[in-house]
């Protein structure tokens, strides 16, 4: 992390690169947040969904950084974010990159460097991270809600995105998925191995699924795609006392412990396995998980002791991708890919 942080007494001069279906949502959040002042918005294209409306709308990188911006959020398509990162980096702009850091590990692990180098703050916008029924997850697993985890599955499913051009499912979505199951176990990927297919026409996959082992034990499987009828998104831990599940599109995290009522049905009886208990949904405060997402960057950038730890680190960011890309090499070749999970 950087050691060089901004000063808490006047509001963060923010810029944001992109203005397309999640750079409109970041343009809101921004000028909603205490301690962000939005002054300049980069889409060469202009503000088509009036999501900056009295801001100061320019072409091009270059611009945001003409604009006197201290640090940016940037949203613009994957194959770009190396570009505009780099090039803030050489302004001395902090950023934020939307996930995933770039569009291969090669290409985060330069947009890394660079703000190390120049000795910025420089993170990537898993907004998972910040969902509330996934944060306390987190919080329960660590207290031992569980006991020992043995395993965490995620499904995340639903139809295809219009906004989604230059990549498949996996470096969309999930990428979303890898990061918060390492994030939740506080533990890398040791093995992955999927099977990607093609079923709509497109040049990039838009069906997943996966299976892996975390260097802690724990095994994931993902299920991921984009031709759902249904939206789904789930995380489901089970460890030696019961089950979590997060519903991560309303909030809702909910604990299914194992039971203990001995049966005397015979049928039932001879399995020797858990039993079903009782179902606890915890009551959550619930706020708008980009609006974390931003306040955590703005702590961040003001050096507050708790923030470090809160924003998605660039290395983090290229370790998921390194993730993906055994992901997906293994499904071409029909094997599991062995990662270091020592780093």
């Known amino acids: 992390m950087s050691t060089r942080r901004l000063t808490a007494a006047r509001p963060i001069r923010m810029g944001l690169a992109g203005l397309g ?125 569980l006991g020992e985890v043995y395993q965490i599955v995620t499904s995340r499913q639903g139809p295809f995105p219009a906004r989604i051009a230059d990549v498949g499912v996996v470096k969309d979505l999930a990428t979303h998925d890898i990061d918060l199951t390492s994030w939740i176990a506080q533990s890398p990927y040791a093995v992955i191995s999927g099977q990607v297919t093609h079923r709509s026409g497109r040049e990039h996959e838009d069906m997943m699924v996966a299976t892996g082992r975390l260097a802690n034990g724990i095994i994931v499987g993902h299920t991921v795609n984009w031709l759902s009828p249904m939206k789904a998104r789930s995380t489901v831990a089970t460890g030696e006392r019961g089950a979590l599940v997060a519903d991560m599109l309303t909030g809702d995290l909910t604990f299914h412990a194992n039971g203990d009522v001995s049966s005397d049905w015979d049928q039932v009886s001879t399995f020797r396995g858990v039993s079903e208990g009782n179902s606890t949904r915890y009551a959550i405060a619930r706020r708008e998980p980009l609006r974390v997402e931003q306040e955590h960057f703005r702590d961040a950038l003001w050096g507050r002791s708790s923030a470090a730890s809160l924003v998605v680190s660039m290395a983090e960011g290229v370790r998921t991708l390194e993730v993906v890309e055994a992901l997906l090499h293994g499904a071409e070749n029909d094997r599991a890919v062995h990662l270091d999970a020592t780093r």
């Open 21 to 145: 279906t999640m750079g409109r949502h970041h343009a809101r959040v921004i000028q909603e947040v205490d301690g962000l002042d939005l002054v300049a918005v980069a889409d060469p294209y202009g503000d088509t969904y009036a999501a900056a409306e009295g801001v100061s709308i320019v072409p091009d990188t270059a611009g945001l950084v003409a604009a006197g911006v201290e640090a940016a959020m940037v949203a613009v398509p994957t194959h770009l974010h190396e570009e505009v990162a780099l090039e803030l980096a050489e302004a001395g702009v902090h950023v934020m990159v939307e996930k995933p850091v770039a569009a291969t590990a090669a290409a985060g692990r330069r947009i890394a460097e660079a703000f190390t180098a120049s000795d910025l703050l420089g993170c990537v916008g898993y907004v998972e991270r910040c969902n509330p029924a996934l944060l306390e997850m987190r919080r329960r697993i660590a207290d031992g809600a």
